[in-house]
Structures are given as C-alpha cells and as structure tokens.
C-alpha cells in the first residue's frame, strides 16, 4: 500500500481529488499539506478538513502550509472558486485546532522517518522550501506526481502558463531542478490531458441519482465553478483538473506521455510556462514525465465508482486500454 501526502490548495477540484483519495482504500494518507494558491493556505486547510468530513475521513491529520510564494506576491484565484474556496457554498466549519506542526516541517519530519510519494495540487512552495533546506530528502519520495503545468495546450491564467506554477514560477522551477539533480523524474500531469476531464451537468444528475449525498455535495461545491466556464470558456461543464492527478497515480494506465526535460521561465510575460525539451536540444538527463494523453472515459468510470462508492462493475477492463480507440 503506497504511503502519500497530499499537498493541496482546496479550491473545488482539489476538494474532489481530495474526495476520490480519500475513498481509494490503496492509499495509505499520511496527512495533507496546504498551500496558499486558489485560496490561502488556512483556507485551505478548513476546505480540506470540510472534504474529509464529507468523506467519513476526520481522522487525516491537515497542515497548514506556506501562506505566500517563495519570491513573488500572491495572486489567489478566488475569482474561479468563489470567496470560500469551495463555490461559495459556505459548509459549516469543522471544530477544533490545527497541529501546530507546519507542512514544511512535517514533510521534513516524515521524509526523515519513511518513504512517501507526493500528489501536489497547487503551487509547489510547500515543497520547495522543503527541498532548499533538505534537497537529500527527495530520494525518499518513490513518486511526485504534480498537477501543473503544460505543454501543447495553451495556459489557463496567461497565453502560456497554468496556474499552480504562474501563481508560485520559483517553486516549479526548484522542484524540476532538484528532481534533476537526484537523477528522478517529476510526472507533471499538466493542462494538455486535465482539460479533456470535464464534469457535465448530466454526469453531476447522474451522480445524485446513484449517491444523493454525495452527489448533493459535489453540485453544492461545484455550481459556481459550472458558470465561471460557462462565461469564460464557454464550456458546458466545469474542467476538474486535480482528480485526474489522483487517477493517474492509482492508475497510471489511464494516461500517457514522455520522458523529458522541463524548466520553468520565472520572468516575464512567460512567466510559469513549463519549457519542455521534447526534441533533446539541450541533450540533458530528462527530469520529467509529461503527460500528453488521457483515457476521459476510463477516468470518468473510475472517479465516480470511487467517491460514489459503488462496485467496480462498471470499471473498465485491463485490455480495453490496449485498444486503439481508448483515447476516445
């Protein structure tokens, strides 16, 4: 059973992926990280507590994170998730105090104690400062699986730029840097396979049909983000980009890619784009897995037999994904 962190910024698609973690009994949750990105960091952390809650999960320690980007000012996107991070559905608040442990430290503390993958969601400050003051401990993370970034696909805060890596460019960049120079491979589940995943108003009916609970809960949390597409992007639907991060992880059959090496650009009007050297130019050690393509159906399946807690019967099978229509 892999031992994760997952290190977050809820914001509603992070409440989902949130949502499918916690209902995927492979993962062994060691606890959550937040950041200031959609929402600042203690936001985030009472978002992330309100998550678990509706997931029958309290027990999952949360920890507040970074509450600022490493070099520049923070831009939050509240604009997209509503002023309560969670479509302004404004859920009552989960009592109690948090651990006086910050993420930072916590990270440290547990890398140093045991292995443990990392599925990152926001802007990768919690883990670059980690990574400045002990780079060593990257080798004791098996897999960091970051929800960022894009390559083909145009960025979603500027011609070029996703967000998590626009919002904290500094922190991307150090995090490729010292994947590189401990010979490992960040995966970068980016924008060019996370926007084929979009929440439909007929799936959302169709999950209050087989879950009402649950189903109520994601239109509660999901309604504002539905209209923010509608006006900017014109899409029937909203793009929940974190879940596929946790989809890929449990099942990295679900997407493909390559190999490559990846930098950020920190300045400018490029400022987050993720430089991918798909054609070797620059001939260094590839220090990424990019992924390009994505099983949307296979996904879906898999995402609600989880969080609607229903049998896997509908779950694709195995060989299906070796067919050549299996990107459809």
Not at 8 to 35: F, H, M, W
Not at 190 to 218: C, H, Q, W
Not at 249 to 275: M, N
């Amino acid at each position: 059973m892999p031992k994760v962190i997952l290190d977050c910024d809820p914001g509603i698609d992070d409440a989902l992926a949130l949502l499918l973690a916690a209902a995927s009994p492979e993962l062994e949750i060691l606890g959550i990280t937040t950041v200031s990105g959609n929402v600042p960091a203690d936001m985030g952390a009472q978002n992330a507590r309100k998550v678990l809650r509706q997931a029958g999960r309290p027990e999952i320690p949360v920890y507040i994170g970074e509450m600022a980007p490493l070099e520049i000012p923070y831009v939050d996107a509240m604009d997209t998730h509503g002023r309560d991070g969670l479509g302004e559905s404004f859920l009552p608040e989960v009592p109690g105090p948090f651990p006086e442990t910050s993420a930072v430290e916590f990270l440290e503390e547990t890398l140093e104690r045991e292995e443990a993958s990392i599925i990152a969601l926001g802007p990768l400050t919690n883990l670059a400062r980690l990574f400045r003051k002990r780079p060593d401990l990257v080798r004791r993370v098996p897999r960091l699986v970051s929800m960022g970034g894009n390559f083909r696909s145009h960025g979603n805060c500027s011609p070029v730029a996703e967000y998590n890596y626009w919002c904290d460019p500094e922190a991307a960049r150090d995090c490729f840097q010292v994947m590189a120079e401990a010979g490992k491979k960040l995966e970068m589940v980016g924008l060019d396979v996370t926007r084929k995943i979009v929440l439909t108003p007929n799936l959302l009916s169709y999950m209050e049909r087989l879950d009402p609970e649950t189903g109520a809960f994601v239109r509660k949390i999901t309604g504002f983000y539905l209209d923010f597409h509608w006006e900017y992007e014109r899409i029937i639907g909203c793009v929940i980009n974190d879940p596929l991060a946790v989809a890929y992880f449990l099942e990295p059959s679900l997407c493909r890619g390559f190999d490559s090496f990846t930098a950020v650009e920190t300045q400018g009007i490029c400022r987050g784009q993720t430089v991918v050297d798909s054609m070797d130019f620059w001939k260094k050690q590839p220090n990424s897995h990019i992924l390009t393509e994505t099983n949307a159906g296979g996904f879906q399946r898999f995402f609600l037999s989880r969080i609607l807690r229903k049998p896997d019967g509908t779950h694709w099978k195995p060989e299906e994904l070796a067919r050549p229509e299996w990107l459809a």
